[in-house]
């Protein structure tokens, strides 16, 4: 079936530091691709999507692109602050249209001034 | 900026009893959705609800759960007589059904089970 993987964490960095969070996907078809943030006491926000091969989703300096050819979905950030401190959760879904989605464990991102 | 709203935030129940989660999704949206995460596991799909039924729920979703939408604003989950295996935390969500559209979370209510 349908599955999500994301690096293990947590991840620690500095401010201004490089962020990568890896995530890959098994799936058949061409599912959409989301990265969700979990504030701490907060809900599950959406923070990017990409719903076909090749595209870039980006949001808040945070980007990630749609690669199929390595079912990969990888989230970078060029510069972290304290305040991307959070849980990541990367996820798909069979199509752009529904809610249902399957997630990774998720990762969580801690940011040191 | 919408949002759903869920309640309680947190619930300690003892084994066998019911529970009853709310959610209030957002106004006009559709489709709504109960997630769950337990403690240091993925986040699981449990049950999607449009036009007044189930149109899909995961093995997880068994007969000890029901979903209902009682009055036109609030979206529950039931679980009928909790198990120790019932605690975790429980996400309700919605959207409207158009291309490209954002799913949105509620908060999560954590549930206890003792």
């Known amino acids: 079936g349908d599955s999500v993987t994301q690096m293990e964490g947590p991840v620690t960095l500095s401010e201004e530091a490089f962020l990568t969070i890896n995530c890959t996907y098994t799936a058949t078809g061409y599912p959409s691709l989301f990265w969700y943030v979990q504030y701490p006491g907060e809900g599950l926000q959406l923070l990017l999507k990409?719903?076909?091969?090749?595209d870039k989703g980006s949001n808040k300096g945070f980007e990630a692109t749609y690669r199929k050819e390595t079912t990969s979905f990888h989230l970078e950030k060029g510069s972290v602050q304290v305040s991307d401190s959070a849980v990541y959760f990367c996820?798909?879904?069979?199509?752009?249209?529904?809610?249902?989605?399957?997630f990774g464990q998720g990762t969580t991102l801690q940011v040191k001034p | 900026e919408p949002e759903v709203t869920q309640t309680p935030s947190h619930q300690v129940t003892q084994m066998g009893q019911e529970v009853i989660l709310r959610c209030v999704p957002i106004s006009n949206h559709l489709y709504f959705y109960w997630y769950r995460q337990i403690l240091g596991q993925k986040v699981e799909f449990l049950v999607s609800f449009y036009n007044n039924e189930i149109s899909e729920k995961s093995e997880i979703f068994d007969d000890q759960f029901s979903v209902e939408r009682p009055d036109g604003s609030n979206f529950t989950l039931k679980i009928r007589s909790t198990k120790l295996e019932d605690s975790a935390m429980y996400f309700c969500?919605?959207?409207?059904?158009?291309?490209?559209?954002?799913?949105?979370f509620g908060e999560g209510s954590w549930l206890t089970v003792v």
């Open positions: 996820a798909l879904s069979r199509s752009s249209n529904t809610g249902k989605l399957i």
């Open positions: 969500a919605s959207h409207i059904s158009s291309s490209g559209n954002t799913i949105y």
């Open positions: 990409a719903t076909k091969a090749d």
